[in-house]
Nanobody, 118 residues
Framework: QVQLVESGGGLVQPGGSLRLSCAASEIIFSIYHMDWYRQVPGKQRELVARITSGGITNYADSVKGRFTISRDAPKNTVYLQMNSLKPEDTAVYYC????????????WGQGTQVTVSS
């Protein structure tokens, strides 16, 4: 059974860092793109970062140069390293698994809250 479980969220001051983790059971990275989305109340969920099945990374313009997505295949885990955090990064962050021929995730995690505030 596919399961995505995020962890690592919390409260951090502006300029600080956090690393989110997504433990992905029953997901084969070679046929799934792994995504990090975020959502704030009243807004659509937005794609923040993707690592494709082939290992290519893509980022939203708002996080380029600050966030890094990576994966550890033996651990079946995907990470989002977030540096130089800003208050506007505050959101619930979701891990998603998108089949390599699809556009949107077939599977979602439960989300983890990230709050950037002094």
């Amino acid at each position: 059974q596919v399961q995505l479980v995020e962890s690592g969220g919390g409260l951090v001051q502006p300029g600080g860092s956090l690393r989110l983790s997504c433990a992905a059971s029953e997901i084969i990275f070679s046929i799934y793109h792994m995504d990090w989305y975020r959502q704030v109340p009243g807004k659509q969920r937005e794609l923040v970062a993707r690592i494709t099945s082939g290992g290519i990374t893509n980022y939203a313009d708002s996080v380029k140069g600050r966030f890094t997505i990576s994966r550890d295949a033996p651990k079946n885990t995907v990470y989002l390293q977030m540096n130089s955090l800003k208050p506007e990064d505050t959101a619930v962050y979701y891990c998603g698994a998108t089949y390599y021929t699809g556009r949107y995730p077939s599977y979602w995690g439960q989300g983890t809250q990230v709050t950037v505030s002094s």
